[in-house]
């Protein structure tokens, strides 16, 4: 008897410490990192003249929300342009694009081939565009290009809520192979200088107690 009324006590604080940890529990969404395209990645076959898969097909497998990343694993023949304007989406080109609406990610990469992975931040909700700008538009007009819908979700997490703009810069077009990034030549540390003032400041102080010794030791005399 007394066994049974304390197995039901038991059983009662365990309900409880149940229900209060389920009270806890965060809620059920959580910020998502979307590997774009799966498995195939965001690639261009120059051969087939084929993107590596169906990038709208992917998009409507997924939910996306505010704080979420795309992770774009690619190399650096293709681009990465997130835009908010249907018209420079439909463009296939950031030509006539506003600096405002349309963003550029590279890892600043000058040649052709290199492995890339960028990620890309949903920081603003309702219709974002992505496409892939490179071969003059052809990969976007051959499958590179996608359009998601970003809801609310969480709302932007502390660390988005004011993100730093995005570097925006001039796609690496055949040119970009020839030239190479201008070097801006350094000017000396300021160290070298101080160390030099410092030194000659030195010198002055022993020179003045010098003269001074000398001084006041002719006045002695
Ligand atoms: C998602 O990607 C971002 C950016 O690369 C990274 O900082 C973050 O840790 C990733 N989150 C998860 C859950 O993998
Ligand atoms: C690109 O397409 C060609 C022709 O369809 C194919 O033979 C080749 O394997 C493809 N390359 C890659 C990396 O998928
Ligand atoms: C790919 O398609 C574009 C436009 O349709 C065409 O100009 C180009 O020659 C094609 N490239 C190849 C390798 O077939
Ligand atoms: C890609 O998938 C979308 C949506 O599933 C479909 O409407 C479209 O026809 C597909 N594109 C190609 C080139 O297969
Ligand atoms: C582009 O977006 C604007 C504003 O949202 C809309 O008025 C226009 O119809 C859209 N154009 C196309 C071609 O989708
Ligand atoms: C971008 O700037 C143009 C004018 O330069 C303005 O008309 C447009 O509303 C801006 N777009 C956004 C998304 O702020
Ligand atoms: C990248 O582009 C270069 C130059 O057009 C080409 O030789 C190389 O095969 C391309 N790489 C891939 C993975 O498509």
């Known amino acids: 008897m007394a066994t049974a009324t304390m197995g039901n006590l038991l059983a009662v604080i365990g309900l409880l410490i149940s229900a209060a940890t389920a009270a806890s529990s965060p809620p059920a969404t959580v910020y998502t990192n979307h590997t774009v395209g799966g498995a195939a990645g965001w690639f261009f076959n120059v051969t087939s003249n084929t993107s590596a898969t169906n990038y709208s097909a992917w998009a409507a497998t997924q939910t996306f929300n505010l704080g979420d990343f795309l992770i774009f694993n690619t190399d650096s023949n293709s681009s990465v342009i997130q835009t908010y304007s249907n018209t420079t ?41 992505y496409f892939s700008d490179g071969d003059d538009g052809g990969q976007c007009q051959h499958g590179m290009a996608f359009t998601i819908q970003v809801q609310h979700g969480l709302g932007l997490p502390p660390s988005l809520n004011q993100p730093p ?10 040119d970009s192979a020839q030239s190479p990034p201008i070097t801006i030549p350094q000017t000396p540390p300021s160290g070298a200088f101080s160390l030099g003032t410092s030194v000659s400041t030195v010198f002055l102080a022993l020179l003045y107690l010098l003269t001074f010794l000398v001084v006041s030791n002719a006045l002695h005399f």
């Open 89 to 129: 989406y439909l463009s296939c080109t950031i030509d006539d694009a506003q600096s405002n609406d349309t963003f550029q990610y590279d890892g600043g990469e000058t040649k052709f081939g290199e492995p890339l992975t960028v990620a890309v931040p949903l920081t603003k909700e309702g219709t974002n565009y």
């Open 165 to 174: 703009p995005p570097p925006y810069t001039e796609p690496p077009g055949p």
